[in-house]
Protein backbone atom coordinates (compact mmCIF):
# COMPACT_ATOMS: atom_id res chain seq x y z
CA UNK A 1 0.00 0.00 0.00
CA UNK A 2 1.57 3.59 -0.82
CA UNK A 3 0.16 6.88 0.72
CA UNK A 4 0.25 9.83 -1.62
CA UNK A 5 -0.36 13.50 0.07
CA UNK A 6 -0.67 16.43 -2.16
CA UNK A 7 -0.53 20.04 -0.99
CA UNK A 8 0.53 23.04 -2.33
CA UNK A 9 -2.77 24.35 -4.10
CA UNK A 10 -4.79 27.82 -2.95
CA UNK A 11 -5.89 30.39 -4.54
CA UNK A 12 -3.78 32.85 -7.08
CA UNK A 13 -4.61 35.48 -9.40
CA UNK A 14 -4.12 34.78 -13.19
CA UNK A 15 -0.62 34.74 -14.56
CA UNK A 16 0.30 34.13 -10.88
CA UNK A 17 2.09 30.69 -10.11
CA UNK A 18 1.86 27.84 -7.28
CA UNK A 19 4.08 24.78 -6.63
CA UNK A 20 1.86 21.38 -5.60
CA UNK A 21 3.92 18.78 -3.49
CA UNK A 22 3.16 14.85 -3.79
CA UNK A 23 4.60 13.59 -0.82
CA UNK A 24 4.68 9.62 -1.00
CA UNK A 25 5.15 7.20 1.98
CA UNK A 26 3.94 3.26 2.78
CA UNK A 27 5.24 0.70 0.64
CA UNK A 28 6.75 2.99 -1.43
CA UNK A 29 9.51 2.65 -4.09
CA UNK A 30 10.75 5.26 -6.68
CA UNK A 31 11.13 2.97 -9.12
CA UNK A 32 7.46 3.92 -10.08
CA UNK A 33 6.10 6.65 -12.49
CA UNK A 34 4.25 9.52 -11.22
CA UNK A 35 1.33 11.56 -13.38
CA UNK A 36 -0.91 14.61 -11.98
CA UNK A 37 -4.08 14.67 -13.28
CA UNK A 38 -6.83 17.35 -12.42
CA UNK A 39 -10.66 17.68 -12.02
CA UNK A 40 -12.64 20.39 -12.61
CA UNK A 41 -15.97 21.26 -11.67
CA UNK A 42 -18.65 19.26 -14.00
CA UNK A 43 -15.51 17.65 -16.27
CA UNK A 44 -13.73 14.33 -16.00
CA UNK A 45 -10.91 13.93 -14.65
CA UNK A 46 -7.59 14.66 -16.92
CA UNK A 47 -3.95 13.88 -17.25
CA UNK A 48 -1.90 16.76 -17.10
CA UNK A 49 1.60 15.71 -16.36
CA UNK A 50 4.10 13.20 -15.53
CA UNK A 51 7.92 11.42 -14.96
CA UNK A 52 9.55 8.59 -14.97
CA UNK A 53 10.87 7.07 -12.09
CA UNK A 54 14.62 8.42 -12.84
CA UNK A 55 13.12 11.94 -13.65
CA UNK A 56 14.54 11.68 -16.76
CA UNK A 57 11.50 12.06 -18.97
CA UNK A 58 8.64 13.59 -18.49
CA UNK A 59 5.09 14.48 -20.30
CA UNK A 60 2.78 17.29 -20.58
CA UNK A 61 -0.62 17.80 -22.28
CA UNK A 62 -0.44 20.49 -25.08
CA UNK A 63 -2.34 23.17 -22.85
CA UNK A 64 0.52 23.21 -20.11
CA UNK A 65 3.36 22.69 -21.98
CA UNK A 66 6.07 25.37 -21.05
CA UNK A 67 4.05 26.49 -18.27
CA UNK A 68 3.91 23.63 -15.75
CA UNK A 69 7.11 21.60 -14.67
CA UNK A 70 7.45 18.43 -13.15
CA UNK A 71 9.86 17.22 -10.97
CA UNK A 72 10.98 14.91 -7.85
CA UNK A 73 13.07 14.45 -5.14
CA UNK A 74 13.90 10.45 -4.78
CA UNK A 75 15.39 11.05 -1.60
CA UNK A 76 12.10 12.02 0.01
CA UNK A 77 9.73 10.50 -1.96
CA UNK A 78 8.45 13.56 -3.45
CA UNK A 79 7.22 15.11 -6.53
CA UNK A 80 6.69 18.63 -7.42
CA UNK A 81 4.57 20.40 -10.37
CA UNK A 82 5.58 23.49 -10.73
CA UNK A 83 2.76 25.95 -12.20
CA UNK A 84 3.45 29.23 -13.75
CA UNK A 85 1.18 31.48 -15.70
CA UNK A 86 -1.95 29.91 -14.70
CA UNK A 87 -5.48 30.77 -16.30
CA UNK A 88 -8.67 30.25 -14.68
CA UNK A 89 -8.95 27.74 -17.44
CA UNK A 90 -6.26 25.53 -14.60
CA UNK A 91 -8.73 25.36 -11.76
CA UNK A 92 -9.50 22.62 -10.50
CA UNK A 93 -8.54 19.83 -8.07
CA UNK A 94 -4.89 18.36 -8.75
CA UNK A 95 -3.99 14.78 -7.80
CA UNK A 96 -1.20 12.77 -8.12
CA UNK A 97 -1.20 9.02 -8.53
CA UNK A 98 1.59 6.15 -8.55
CA UNK A 99 1.96 4.16 -11.76
CA UNK A 100 0.80 0.39 -11.80
CA UNK A 101 4.16 -0.87 -13.34
CA UNK A 102 7.95 -0.16 -12.19
CA UNK A 103 10.52 1.39 -14.12
CA UNK A 104 8.46 2.84 -16.64
CA UNK A 105 10.74 5.08 -19.52
CA UNK A 106 7.82 7.81 -19.60
CA UNK A 107 4.65 7.76 -18.47
CA UNK A 108 1.73 8.20 -20.84
CA UNK A 109 -1.81 9.72 -20.27
CA UNK A 110 -3.25 6.31 -20.64
CA UNK A 111 -0.70 4.51 -18.37
CA UNK A 112 -2.25 2.33 -15.75
CA UNK A 113 -2.14 4.43 -11.86
CA UNK A 114 -2.35 2.12 -8.89
CA UNK A 115 -2.74 4.59 -6.32
CA UNK A 116 -4.11 7.99 -5.93
CA UNK A 117 -3.76 11.01 -3.31
CA UNK A 118 -6.43 12.92 -1.91
CA UNK A 119 -6.03 15.68 -4.47
CA UNK A 120 -5.23 19.18 -3.73
CA UNK A 121 -7.55 22.24 -4.85
CA UNK A 122 -6.49 25.03 -7.12
CA UNK A 123 -8.36 28.21 -7.85
CA UNK A 124 -7.31 30.86 -10.42
CA UNK A 125 -9.19 33.70 -10.78
CA UNK A 126 -9.52 35.88 -13.54
Known amino acids: QVQLVESGGGLVQAGGSLKLSCAAS????????IGWHRQAPGKEREFVAS????????YYIDSVKGRFTVSRDNANNTVYLQMNSLRPEDTAIYYC???????????????????WGQGTQVTVSS
Open 97 to 115: AVTRVPNLNIVVPHATFAY
Open 26 to 33: GRTSMSYG
Open 51 to 58: INWKGGNT
